[in-house]
């Protein structure tokens, strides 16, 4: 279990178990990541994957950075670095993150009204090594000026992100406005899925881009998608 504290810092709960000939008792073990390696402001989200048989923890703040961190408990404790990464992603908070594992892709949004798509390269020092890669930014969320003058509030952003991969890859993007944004990825797979509709995509810029196929107005406000 992973708490991310208003302090920035990040607590890793884990559940041991104890038995003997007469007894047998479970616990928690409380961790805290350095403090020196903290967000500065709260933690607004965490995601946790397994990247090649590792846990990777990724965290967003308020102040607009990605963290990556070491989750497995026997690494810890070896004294090896926790953080393995920091990046810059948003010019405000970072509200929501999602993977990929099909094509290791970490999506984020944040308040700055952007959707962030970056791709995950890593080695193994010991340890793994990821890095990101920048990819695509999607700045274009379906809202118009018009439309947030109306509604008297200029915030605006994507609250929640989901993926389903099957086939193709599709990004659900729930927005403050009650709708859900769906995205494709286009790549070879989705080439093949759609048939000759997309063969010209082969050559395209929008090759290996999200890209939007339509909105659906599921909720009055904020929509918010598990």
């Known amino acids: 279990i992973y708490l991310g504290m208003n302090t920035g810092n990040i607590i890793s709960m884990t559940l041991f178990k104890q038995k003997s000939m007469f007894y047998k008792y479970e616990e928690f073990l409380m961790y805290k990541y350095p403090k020196d390696q903290e967000h500065k402001g709260p933690v607004s989200v965490m ?4 990247i090649d048989m590792t846990p990777i923890l990724f965290s967003g703040g308020v102040d607009g950075t990605i963290k990556l961190w070491l989750g497995d408990p026997e690494l810890r404790e070896k004294d090896m670095n926790h953080q393995l990464k920091t990046i810059s992603a948003h010019k405000g908070t970072v509200v929501s993150l999602a993977f990929s594992k099909t094509t290791t892709l ?17 080695y193994y020092d010991k340890i793994i ?3 990101l890669e920048l990819i695509q ?11 947030l003058n109306k509604e008297k509030d200029l915030r ?8 389903k991969e099957t086939d193709i890859i ?22 093949k899925y759609r048939g000759k509709e997309y063969v010209g995509l082969k050559r ?8 939007f196929i339509r909105e659906v ?10």
């Open 47 to 50: 995601l946790c994957e397994i």
């Open 106 to 122: 970490l999506i984020s949004s944040g308040s700055d009204m952007t959707i962030k798509v970056f791709r995950i390269k890593y």
């Open 129 to 131: 090594i990821p890095s």
């Open 137 to 147: 930014t999607i700045t274009d969320l379906k809202v118009t000026p018009v439309q």
């Open 156 to 163: 605006y952003w994507i609250t929640t992100l989901s993926l």
């Open 170 to 191: 599709e990004l659900y993007a729930g927005d403050m406005r009650g709708r859900v944004l769906i995205y494709h990825f286009i790549d070879d797979n989705y080439i």
């Open 204 to 211: 395209s810029s929008l090759k290996n881009t999200f890209n």
């Open 217 to 226: 107005n599921v909720h009055k406000k904020w929509a918010a998608i598990k």
